[in-house]
Each structure stands twice: as structure tokens, then as C-alpha cells.
T-cell receptor, first 109, second 112 residues
Framework: GQNIDQPTEMTATEGAIVQINCTYQTSGFNGLFWYQQHAGEAPTFLSYNVLDGLEEKGRFSSFLSRSKGYSYLLLKELQMKDSASYLCAVVDSNYQLIWGAGTKLIIKP | TAGITQAPTSQILAAGRSMTLRCTQDMRHNAMYWYRQDLGLGLRLIHYSNTAGTTGKGEVPDGYSVSRANTDDFPLTLASAVPSQTSVYFC???????????FGSGTRLTVV
């Protein structure tokens, strides 16, 4: 079967750095997405990785290792508004998105 | 503002009744999707449409039907609602299936 694993919940301090990991086992791979979802709102696009390596976009970076079936989302200089759920999703061989259950990130002052 | 519009925002529905959740996009995206999101389970695909006139079943299609008469609209119908269909429903679209998905604001449905 297809599986995406992420930690259920993480806590970090305002101003710090946090890394959210995602491991996947899917039938094929055509890219990996990270989305942010604030409580009661729709998911919004953060990043897309299809090649190995690090993609940096402001305070957020996303890393991919296809050989290890592994990705992480790195958030720097954490702000209170970063409190949200972070969803990892993999595009499989049929170009369907397989979603992880999400990681709820709690930021403390 | 361009994007996806879902209606209604929330609804309480008696079991056994039918209901159609509406979804309209103005981005001319070919692909559209319906997901349900339940606590601890993440997003699960109900039905999808790669282009107008075609639809396909996702991971959890039972009890739901869709149609795609044109590019912009992708309604989701519950023929006879059951309490297990209580969930938050998101409509999404993408321009190629490989690009980022744009989501609607969701419909919170409670079946009692």
C-alpha cells in the first residue's frame, strides 16, 4: 500500500528553527508537495520538490531525498503565525496526490 | 479574486436526505478534485475529474457522485446522507495535475 508518515504534533519556540520530517512509500514518485493549513482554513501551497536537494523560499526550505523516500520542511525564525498544520503529499505514478495526515505545529512565545 | 468558490460554508443535514455541494473555479484549470478531511486521517480523495466530461473514483467514492459538465463547475452529490459522511469537504483544482493544487475554503457538513 501507499503510505506517508509525518509526526502528529510538534512544539517549538518563537524565533527558533523547526524541521518537520516526512517519509513516504508510494507506487512511483512524481514530486512532493508541502502545504500549510491553519485551523478551519483550506490548505495553501508552500513548496514542490521533484529533484533531490534543498529548495529555499524565504524562511521556509524543503529538502528531498528520493533514494531514501524522505523529505523535510525547515522553518526558520519562527513566528506565532506559523502555528498551523503542515501537510506532506506525494504525486504517485498515476499523478494522484497521496496525502499525509499532517503535522500540527505549536509555537510557544 | 480568482480561485475556487465552495457553497455552502456549512450545513447540518438529516440522515437519508440528499445534498449537493457546489464548487466553481475561474482559473480554467483542467483538473478538479473533491476531498474529505477527518481528524487524524488527512485528506482523502473522493472523486476527481481530469478534464470536462470525464470523472474518476478516488480512495473513498462510496455514497458520493460527481459530474463535470463544463470546465468551471464540479458539484458533489450525496444521494442519501449517513452520519459517517460528517466531515469537512474541500474542492481543489490544478492546471496539470503535477502543479500545485488550489483549494476552496471548504464545506463543513454534519449529518445527524
Amino acid at each position: 500500500g501507499q503510505n506517508i508518515d509525518q509526526p502528529t504534533e510538534m512544539t517549538a519556540t518563537e524565533g527558533a528553527i523547526v524541521q518537520i520530517n516526512c517519509t513516504y512509500q508510494t507506487s512511483g514518485f512524481n514530486g512532493l508537495f508541502w502545504y500549510q493549513q491553519h485551523a478551519g482554513e483550506a490548505p495553501t501551497f508552500l513548496s514542490y520538490n521533484v529533484l533531490d536537494g534543498l529548495e529555499e523560499k524565504g524562511r521556509f526550505s524543503s529538502f528531498l531525498s528520493r533514494s531514501k523516500g524522505y523529505s523535510y520542511l525547515l522553518l526558520k525564525e519562527l513566528q506565532m503565525k506559523d502555528s498551523a498544520s503542515y501537510l506532506c503529499a506525494v504525486v504517485d505514478s498515476n499523478y494522484q496526490l497521496i496525502w499525509g495526515a499532517g503535522t500540527k505545529l505549536i509555537i510557544k512565545p | 479574486t480568482a480561485g475556487i468558490t465552495q457553497a455552502p460554508t456549512s450545513q447540518i443535514l438529516a440522515a437519508g436526505r440528499s445534498m449537493t455541494l457546489r464548487c466553481t473555479q475561474d482559473m480554467r484549470h483542467n483538473a478538479m478534485y473533491w476531498y474529505r478531511q477527518d481528524l487524524g486521517l488527512g485528506l482523502r480523495l473522493i472523486h476527481y475529474s481530469n478534464t470536462a466530461g470525464t470523472t474518476g473514483k478516488g480512495e473513498v467514492p462510496d455514497g458520493y457522485s460527481v459530474s463535470r459538465a463544463n470546465t468551471d463547475d464540479f458539484p458533489l452529490t450525496l444521494a442519501s446522507a449517513v452520519p459517517s459522511q460528517t466531515s469537512v469537504y474541500f474542492c481543489a483544482s490544478s492546471d496539470s495535475g503535477q502543479g500545485g493544487y488550489t483549494f476552496g475554503s471548504g464545506t463543513r457538513l454534519t449529518v445527524v
